[in-house]
């Protein structure tokens, strides 16, 4: 699998197909990695290849991913949307499609947000969102789930 690096940050991504380009994020959370591709709703890569050149990364730290670098405290959303404009960079892709799935459509917001003129259309697919009757869940889930796991990893965390 191939590797993008930028400073202490690791990025794995893979890409398949031909056409225009196409940046893919599978569910997962925080755990958002390639190989959650074969057990989401549909496998977008395997699905699209005959029409785009799809490109999906595993999110930085997600556990049983490839990809590491520190999380920044002041804006996480910031540094996540600094790795996939940095791949698409990388790989010398100035305009894209987007498709998120569950943190994906956060991902999509941030890019949309940070990149007006680079993302040609993005699609929310099953994307996750604030819940005003318990705001703190995602944060518990993230403890509970991702952080559990890494942090033992991890002790620069």
């Known amino acids: 699998m191939p590797f993008y ?5 690791r990025i794995r991504y893979e890409e398949t197909g031909s056409g225009f380009p196409l940046l ?3 569910g997962g959370g925080l755990n958002s990695r390639v190989s959650n591709w074969p057990t ?3 496998n977008a890569p395997e699905a699209f290849k ?3 050149r799809c490109i999906t990364m ?3 730290n997600a556990n049983g991913g490839e990809s590491t670098g520190p999380i920044p405290t002041g804006d996480p959303w910031d540094a996540f949307a600094d790795d996939q ?3 698409m960079d990388h790989l010398g892709i100035r305009e894209f499609f987007y498709m998120g799935y569950c943190i994906g459509g956060c991902f999509a917001g941030k890019l949309l947000q940070r990149a007006p003129g680079r993302v040609v259309a993005a699609v929310f697919c099953q994307t996750v969102g604030h ?4 705001p703190d869940v995602m944060y ?8 559990r796991e890494l942090l033992p990893q991890r002790s620069d965390l």
């Open 50 to 52: 005959n029409d785009f």
């Open 85 to 87: 404009l940095g791949l």
């Open 5 to 9: 690096q930028k400073g202490d940050v």
């Open 140 to 147: 518990r889930n993230s403890l509970e789930n991702w952080a």
């Open 58 to 60: 595993d999110q930085r």
């Open 131 to 134: 819940r005003p009757d318990d």
């Open 40 to 42: 989401a709703v549909f």
């Open 24 to 26: 893919v994020t599978p």
